[in-house]
């Protein structure tokens, strides 16, 4: 007799509550209705990993959860899809708008402060140190920070390392910078030690209390506001404003909602979802 495979039990509506109230109270996360599926395959899988019989045993637990499991429960419903140069036009105006303009107001200070904010695996701030190597030599004498920072330690552990596979690397990665970047090391590709050491990875949740930092020319916020409430969009884009330089830049994902950017913020002279702080800001008025 050829045993039939049972099909998991789909979550409960309170089940559903419970998990969708975690994600807002511990990440401000926004859980849509009809999203069930979603949590049962991520945190069946957390089941799993946890050693755990079964997604319901997993779901008893969140009535009163430890802070660690809260944390797990947050990283295992995080998407973290990212890729090689991912909007390839924004770095485009990076390369030629922004960093160049950058370049000239500090060529007195040789200083550059550059934050990659929800950074997942790591692809974006190490394409931003690579673009700079590459393009900008004169910067090699210069003081550059890039902080890269995502909710998910776990994740975060993986970018540190800077070790992708083959179909990472053929996702959005220039042949020549595989070339002259990477190693091959077995069947992965890892970012060379110069270029990793130019990038500081640091746990960071967007939704809780921002520690202090140093004030930024260039901060990418790509992608990820979309999983917040309105009224918690408006705090992350205001707190934004607040750490940048008065003429330093902000820039947005393209589908990210830009209404409260363009009513706070300026749309930087060029093409693309670039924002500076109010003239205002800039002139010292």
Known sequence: MIETARMPTPISPADFQTVRGLLRRHAALVLDDGKEYLVEARLGGLAQREGLA???????????????????????????????FRDWKAFEAMR??????????????????????????????????MMLREHFPELSTWKVRILATDISR??????????????????????????????????????????????????????EAWPALPLMDLALLRNVVIYFDPPRQREIFERMRR?????????????????????????????????????????GT
Request: proline content about 6%; overall charge neutral; aromatic content about 10%.
């Open 54 to 84: 079964s997604l319901a045993e997993l779901l008893t637990l969140l009535r009163n959860p430890s802070t660690e499991m809260c944390q797990k429960v947050v990283e295992a419903m995080t998407i973290h899809e990212t890729s090689f």
């Open 96 to 129: 030629r708008e922004v960093i160049p303009r950058l370049i000239a107001a500090r060529s007195k200070i040789r200083q550059l402060y550059i934050w990659s904010a929800a950074c997942s695996t790591g692809q974006e701030p190490y394409c931003l140190a």
């Open 154 to 207: 776990s994740i975060l552990a993986q970018a540190r390392q800077g070790r992708y596979s083959q179909l990472e690397v053929n996702r959005g990665l220039p042949a020549h910078f595989m070339v002259k970047y990477f190693e091959r090391r077995e069947l992965d590709f890892v970012v060379v030690e110069s270029v990793r050491a130019m990038v500081e990875f640091q746990h960071f949740n967007l939704a």
């Open 243 to 283: 750490v940048l330089q008065p003429d330093g830049y902000l820039v947005v994902g393209g589908g990210d909602p830009t209404a409260d950017l363009v009513r706070s913020m300026d749309r930087a002279p060029f093409d693309g979802p670039f924002f500076q702080p109010p003239q205002t800001t800039r002139s």
